[in-house]
Nanobody, 131 residues
Framework: EVQLVESGGGLVQAGGSLRLSCVTS????????IGWFRQAPGKEREGVSC????????YYANTVKGRFTISSDNAKNTVYLQMDGLKPEDTAIYYC????????????????????????WGQGTQVTVSS
C-alpha cells in the first residue's frame, strides 16, 4: 500500500523557518517524483515544489522560489521541504504526493493540485505563519 505521511508543520512568525518531512512507503522511491502541495482556506490545492529522487532534479513555484528548498534522503525514503522566510500567505495545509515527475512539474509550474496517480492525499500538516 502506497503511504505518504507528512509532519513538521506548526505556528511560526513571519520570517521564520520550518522543515516539513514526507515519509513514504509501499512503492519504489526512486521510480516516482515526490511533490509538495498546499491548500489555503477557501483556495484550491496548488503545487509548491517537486523532486526526482532518482537524479535530484528539483522544481519550484515562483511564489516560493528562493525561500523553499526540497531535498530527499533516499536511504530513508523521505523528502523534506525546508521553508525559510515564511510569509503569512504561506499559511496552508501542506501535503506530499508521489506521481510521475512530468505531472508533478506541470502542477508546480501551473499552480495546480491534481490527484496523484500513486496513492491518495494524506492528512497533511498545518503550517500557520503569523504576521
Amino acid at each position: 500500500e502506497v503511504q505518504l505521511v507528512e509532519s513538521g508543520g506548526g505556528l511560526v512568525q513571519a520570517g521564520g523557518s520550518l522543515r516539513l518531512s514526507c515519509v513514504t512507503s509501499g512503492f519504489s522511491f526512486e521510480d516516482y517524483g515526490i511533490g509538495w502541495f498546499r491548500q489555503a482556506p477557501g483556495k484550491e490545492r496548488e503545487g509548491v515544489s517537486c523532486i526526482s529522487p532518482a537524479d535530484g532534479s528539483t522544481y519550484y513555484a515562483n511564489t516560493v522560489k528562493g525561500r523553499f528548498t526540497i531535498s530527499s534522503d533516499n536511504a530513508k525514503n523521505t523528502v523534506y521541504l525546508q521553508m525559510d522566510g515564511l510569509k503569512p500567505e504561506d499559511t496552508a495545509i501542506y501535503y506530499c504526493a508521489a506521481d510521475h515527475l512530468v505531472s508533478l512539474k506541470f502542477d508546480v509550474v501551473h499552480g495546480l493540485g491534481r490527484s496523484p496517480t500513486a496513492g491518495s492525499w494524506g492528512q497533511g500538516t498545518q503550517v500557520t505563519v503569523s504576521s
